[in-house]
């Protein structure tokens, strides 16, 4: 059959007149196979939330480096992500945004080789800075991500970029890595370890449970048995394990004896070989239910279109609005942490086993007198663990774990 096939092309061929014109169409085929097999393809996307973080993901069939880059169309702010002369897979052309920063993603595709341009829509007046990174993925893949995060202190559009957290291009996967392809279509089902996620070690664990946050965290598994004891439970779960979402964990506990505190967990495995997980635990008075702090939560979600409505300068907005109402919420949220001092005690006994003072130096800052003429200050009170106090509005003790990574980050 092959041969016949050959013998039926050069026929054709040589034809008169034929000639050029095969040549030229075989040519063509030739270039364009070439081509495909040794350009980028950008092959799927995605947009997600984690944490203060809205992540762009893309998964790209090797290495690259692409144009990032703010600009206004039809007065609309947008940040654009080029891939010069690459090949477009199955890319959606509308993705939601996040309700925060993005209000949409398009994607727009050239003639084949003439490059895939994602642009992200942004909120009018909503100031930020970006991050990007690339990582290596399964099969010779990389993984471009695009982290934008709320930052008053940038001015809007024109985005500060902040250094990414390490270098372009990304070396290859290491061997025996398996960073799977995750889907780009969201799927109601939650996601499983099969659909391309952190590789979890198996057990016997039930998610969501203390057993569960002991086997993540070991270095904090004797804060975890104290809390377990004193009657703290898990009341909210929450696994990031889809494009831009992968690795990432987070937990809520609540304890009924003590309405006005919360503990809030984040498990932040390390996205690259050899560096450590960061394990964040912090006790908080911020479910204080005052008609102040209510007020200061809605005033903290004001954009610049309103706040400019309102106030002359963004310092007025400050100075009449917020100052006044975090000194309130200062002396609210001492009066709880004096009252539940034992909590807070226990806590950093249990997270600080091997530095006893650490508690009694919180509690010498918590019951310093609140002053009207200052914002508020956070002290760094341990670095191992890092610990820090904040006492610039709601109070809260937050400490910092560094695990040892297995796998970096599988």
């Known amino acids: 059959m092959a041969a016949k096939g050959i013998t039926g092309m050069q026929t054709w061929a040589a034809k008169p007149g034929r000639s050029l014109a095969w040549l030229l169409l075989l040519l063509f085929c030739l270039s364009h196979h070439a081509w ?3 350009g980028v393809e950008v092959r799927r996307l995605g947009l997600s939330k984690v944490a203060e973080d809205t992540l762009l993901t893309v998964i790209l069939s090797q290495a690259a480096t692409p144009r990032v880059s703010t600009r206004e169309a039809a007065g609309k702010p947008q940040l654009v992500v080029d891939f010069p002369g690459a090949r477009a897979g199955h890319l959606p052309r509308h993705l939601e945004g996040d309700a925060l920063l993005v209000q949409q993603v398009l994607t727009e595709t050239a003639a084949p080789g003439g490059g ?7 909120f009018p007046e909503k100031a930020f800075t970006y991050w990007k990174m690339n990582r290596p993925g399964a099969g ?4 471009f991500i695009l982290g934008l995060k709320s930052d008053p202190k940038a001015r809007p ?5 902040v250094p990414s957290p390490e270098p372009e291009p990304v070396p290859a996967a290491p061997p025996g890595g398996d960073i799977r392809e995750p889907e780009t279509m969201p799927d109601p089902s939650p996601p499983g370890e099969e659909g391309g996620g952190y590789q979890e070690p198996k057990g016997s664990v039930a998610p969501g449970s203390f057993a569960e946050l002991r086997r993540l965290m070991p270095k904090a598994a004797q804060l975890f048995q104290g809390l377990e004891t004193e009657g703290w439970a898990v009341s909210e779960s929450n696994r990031y394990d889809r494009p831009g979402k ?3 964990r987070d937990f809520l506990l609540n304890n009924s004896k003590y309405p006005e505190l919360v503990v809030k967990i ?6 690259v070989p050899n560096t450590p997980n960061i394990n964040i635990i912090m006790l908080s008075t911020e479910k204080v239910t005052s008609a102040e702090a209510t007020q200061y939560q809605g005033l903290r ?12 300068d963004i310092g007025d907005f400050f100075d009449d609005a917020l100052k006044p109402l975090r000194v309130k919420l200062r002396e609210q949220t001492k009066s709880v942490a004096l ?11 249990l997270a600080c086993p091997g530095n006893p003072q650490v508690a009694d130096q919180v509690m010498k800052h918590v019951q310093a007198k609140v002053s009207p003429r200052f914002e508020g200050v956070q002290f760094t009170v341990s670095e191992n663990p890092l610990v820090i106090l904040n006492l610039v509005d709601f109070l809260y003790v937050k400490v910092y774990y560094v695990e040892t990574s297995s796998g970096g980050g599988q």
């Open 36 to 38: 495909g097999a040794g």
């Open 157 to 161: 559009v024109q985005a500060r970029v």
């Open 246 to 248: 992968r690795f990432s």
């Open 339 to 349: 009252k539940d001092e034992a909590v807070f005690r226990n806590f950093l006994k």
């Open 301 to 312: 979600q004001w954009n610049f279109a309103k706040i400019k409505g309102k106030y002359e």
């Open 266 to 271: 984040a498990y932040l495995p390390a996205n």
């Open 140 to 143: 010779g893949q990389t993984l």
């Open 116 to 122: 895939v341009r994602i642009v992200l829509d942004l």
